[in-house]
């Protein structure tokens, strides 16, 4: 079995501060899910390793201050996401970002299935931007055949609407504590 893992499960196992820090790390230690992020993932996890490398809120070990300390600001970003995905055994899965064109106003608009399918989910859910992208990922891939029977995450507006994001990516939806024991 397998699951997309929302980036706020990913990230809660690092941010001690964090509500759900403790049910992330048993997530990652103890299930057997085979967990899958995406490339919004990605964009996730540099954004905010960048930012608080940036002000000096990562705290890390002095084993790995000093591996890093050769490295360009980017690098050290790159390689905190590359070892996040590792330690949580996370892979990375892309859905084929094949572009169609539509119609907007009149004009033919080019638009890749993954916003299309994104644009589709906007108004059936009513969830924020990025909630959305990374549900129409998960869908996206599933209709490409990869099986996703989990969608995990600690969203509160998605765990609110489960019900009907369920139903609507045809992937249970589980908070992080359920994602122990699926």
Sequence with gaps: MSAYVDTNVILARYIPTDPHSASCRRFFGKTKLKRLASSLSLLELTCVFSRLLEAGEIKLSPQIDAALADLSFQEKAQAMVEYTLKDCDVSVASADPIPLTISVL???????????????LASQ????????????????????????????????????RREQVSKTIQSKVLCVEEGLTP
């Design 125 to 160: 859910l009513r969830l924020k931007t990025l909630d959305t992208l990374h549900l129409a990922q998960a869908s996206c891939l599933r209709d490409e055949g990869v099986q996703i029977e989990y969608f995990v995450t600690n969203d509160m507006e998605i765990l609110a």
């Design 106 to 120: 009149g004009s033919p608009f080019r638009v890749d299935r993954i916003c299309l399918k994104a644009l589709k």
